[in-house]
């Protein structure tokens, strides 16, 4: 059996030192989707300053329900010192943050966990994101429009309920695809980032299958050349990430994953969080907390 | 080696096994990794507390169990990590070294499937600047070893004996709330060589999901901890302390400890020190806030030192 690398993991959170802030949030805006889902803004600036497209935060839902819930980081505004988050109302904890009014403030620890690093070598980007698996490609699509560096991302999300946004139509066109198959995220529109959306529900404007799927037909698109330079990013259910892993297999490209498991310290402590990754060694059982929670999709064991 | 810094209020300093600590509180074995992590808190700091105890340590390294190994329950969490650790080698002799003792005191947590198992892990630990050894016959989440020898006395004061055979530097055993008779195995404990009892590890429970009717946690069982099992944890320090408290052994109180009215509740059962776990999870500042409300109340109360709260319960 393969030891983890403790050592790194020691040394990690000693250069890590302070870098995760506990801080009173107060909710300044909440936009309300079908289905139960949740946009909210949260007033945290050293939150905000720090934070990275898949880092997330832990936040407490109530005084009532104690242990926090993690929540990726969909948006932050290092200026004005807010984050956004993304979250259906499933469970006791997220019921109780669903019903939270403007004005609430909820303790959170963060940002929180070792993000997507994009690999300048690979500058075509896929971003895929599942239900409420999107945050984290938001950011990222975010993040890399506003670099120097010169990404090509494009974004396909999947949903089988109602998305978290109200999609319209795209002015951004994507010719690999039927021109029926126009709808978007309008935010990333607005940040010049072309998106597609797939679902099974017949939603107007969508993909009439999975995200995967059409991922894989937007991969079909490129020559050989274009996929040497691509990689796949993804944040969904463990059956999509499963999916990406497996055509990110198929066409040898990289495939960066964020997973997620029920969690109780979230800084490294408890190791309640853990997944099975393959090391160059054996098998590993690392924290989706802090080693992760992204990971390489090839070492992931589904 | 170990020189503690007066970072808490003097009255908080507390004396336990001949080591001073600079606050009655430790932090529990499987709550805090190898000490490190919760230092990438800002404003946390283990020098808030008397003592951190690592990560339960095995003779080998091991993966633990499947997921999910966590859940949260009314008032409390289950969990089932299953002593994930990288083997007594690794944490000795790469672990060990950046830790910095002068923040605080580091006790080890053995574990083991034999009790030659716990021997050898305590005998490594006995060559090492660890300030004490806490042996966990109780752990409720591995097949073999832990609670298969802490819910027998006379296993138990095996278990404790071999290791006592091993090594001069305190031993502290860990209790399982999971027996019959705590009394027994304490009194039995303490005459196998234990210098201080902790009192208790989780108590065993279960959760089900009902929508695939399969248990949450991957162990089909977990330990519970936090607020909702206070009440027992209380009950069997008083009881311990019974049988602790006319021979001097000092215990760690623990079990659902989440503010300073808690730890002077378990103060006063007879717990020389309290240990706080799930509360870190809770709220990564607790300990400062149980340090500052324990120094109010001794102010309030114009007592000197955290002692003179110990075992002091009027019946």
Known sequence: ?302 | MAVTLPVTPAPLNTDFCGLTLNSPIVLLSGCVGFGEEYTRVDGFSNADVGAVVLKGTTRESRLGNQPHRVYETPAGMLNAIGLQNPGMDRVVDHILPGLDFAETRFFANVCGSTIDDYAAVTKRFDDSPIDAIEINISCPNIKQGGVSFGNYPDMSAKVVAACRAQTSKPIIAKLSPNQTDIQENARLCIEAGADALAVINTVMGMAIDTENRRPVIGNVRGGLSGPAIKPIALLKVHQVYEIAGPRNIPIIGQGGIVSARDAIEFLLAGATTVGVGTALFYDPMACKKINTGLADYLKVRQLQSVSQLVGALQL
């Not at chain 1, 802090?290 to 990971?295: I, K, L, M, R």
Request: charged share 20%; glycine share 8%; aromatic share 8%.
């Open chain 1, 1 to 302: 059996m393969a030891v983890a690398d403790i050592e790194d993991r020691i040394a990690h959170a000693q250069r890590h030192r302070s870098s995760i802030f506990l801080e009173d949030a107060e909710l300044v805006s909440v936009e309300k989707f079908p289905a139960e889902q949740f946009i909210m803004r949260l007033r945290a600036p050293r939150c905000a300053e720090r934070a990275s497209p898949g880092s997330f935060v832990h936040i407490q839902c109530s005084e009532q329900i104690p242990m926090r819930r993690p929540l990726s980081i969909m948006r932050a505004s290092k200026n004005d010192g807010w984050i956004e988050v993304l979250f259906k109302s499933l469970g006791e904890g997220l019921r109780a943050l669903g019903s939270a009014e403007i004005g609430d403030v909820f303790s959170i620890i963060g940002p929180i966990g070792k993000g997507f690093v994009p690999d300048q070598q690979r500058p075509n980007t896929v971003l895929i994101g599942g239900g409420v698996g999107i945050p984290p490609m938001v950011f990222l699509a975010e993040s890399m429009q506003s670099e120097d560096f010169d990404w090509n991302p494009i974004v396909l999300m999947g949903s089988e309920i109602p998305f978290p946004f109200d999609a319209a139509e795209s002015k951004i066109p994507c010719d690999w695809l039927n021109a029926d198959i126009n709808h978007t995220m309008p935010l990333l529109d607005r940040w010049n980032v072309p998106a597609r959306l797939a679902s099974l529900a017949g939603f107007d404007g969508c993909f009439n299958g999975y995200v995967t799927d059409l991922s894989k037909m937007y991969l079909e698109s490129l020559t050989e050349e274009q996929r040497q330079q691509t990689e796949l990013y993804a944040c969904g259910p463990t059956i999509m990430l499963q999916a990406v892993a497996k055509l990110a297999e198929g066409y040898s490209i990289p495939a960066q994953v964020s997973l997620e498991e029920y969690m109780a310290c979230a800084v490294g402590g408890c190791a309640g969080c853990t997944v099975e990754i393959q090391s160059d060694d054996g098998p590993t059982m690392q924290r989706v907390c802090v080693d992760g929670p992204v990971f390489e999709a090839s070492r992931v064991v589904f």
